[in-house]
């Protein structure tokens, strides 16, 4: 398993500011995601953070707006970008090590934009 | 395209009554199905997966469920339910070797009450 930190966890924002996830992970791992969650909604997949290279972002995330980083194995940042209230969510850094096929989540960012 | 369809919203149901909820999926290849558990203000957790081999598959917290190739469905339950089963559920597949896709149910949430 990995265990997954995310801060921070909760924030209140203003629009139009920006703020950035931090997601550490107690292990190397392979891949790294970021997922959203809606208000009453599943998860969505925004990206998935490649060590040394560009994240892969899915239909409808483009990168001007979530921008991300992942310098090292253990390490990535989420930014979410000029805020408006559409993007109040839960944000959820996921990991898949190695051995397993299941995913591994962070306790979440739950982010309110006012 | 592929899917995952949890048709409840919600389950309720007493304490140390049996409880199922149900999902089922569309998927063109092999899938790879797992259930996790939310509960509120956490993030996900991982309770069981089928990759391969026998159809029921045995989790954490008693939960079990049943592989239904014909069926297409994956449904979770659990013998005699408990007042802290009282979450979020939510059925995720990803498609055979490729791990990085997966895709999540809707949800379900389980009120179990006293």
């Known amino acids: 398993s990995a265990v997954i930190s995310q801060k921070p966890s909760r924030d209140i924002c203003q629009r139009g500011t920006s703020l950035t996830i931090q997601c550490q992970v107690d292990?190397?791992?392979?891949?790294m995601f970021w997922y959203r969650q809606q208000p009453g909604q599943s998860l969505t997949l925004i990206a998935t953070a490649n060590q040394g290279s560009e994240a892969t972002y899915e239909s409808g995330f483009v990168i001007d707006k979530f921008p991300i980083s992942r310098p090292n194995l253990t390490f990535s940042t989420l930014t979410v970008s000029n805020m408006s209230p559409e993007d109040s969510s839960i944000y959820l850094c996921?990991?898949?090590?190695?051995?397993?096929?299941?995913?591994?989540f962070g306790e979440g960012s739950r982010l309110t934009v006012l | 395209a592929q899917s995952v369809a949890q048709p409840e919203d919600q389950v309720n149901v007493a304490e140390g009554n049996p409880l199922t909820v149900k999902c089922t999926y569309s998927?063109?290849?092999?899938?790879?199905l797992f259930w996790y558990v939310q509960y509120p203000n956490r993030g996900l957790q991982f309770l069981l997966k089928y990759i391969t081999g026998d159809n029921l598959v045995k989790g954490s917290y008693g939960f079990e469920a049943e592989f239904n190739k014909s069926q297409t469905s994956f449904h979770l339950k659990k013998p005699s339910a408990l007042v802290s089963d009282s979450a979020l559920y939510f059925c995720a597949v990803s498609l055979g070797g490729n791990f990085n896709k997966f895709y999540f149910g809707s949800g379900t949430k389980l009120n179990v009450k006293p």
């Open positions: 996921s990991v898949r090590t190695r051995d397993t096929g299941e995913l591994f």
């Open positions: 998927v063109s290849g092999n899938p790879y």
């Open positions: 292990s190397q791992v392979t891949m």
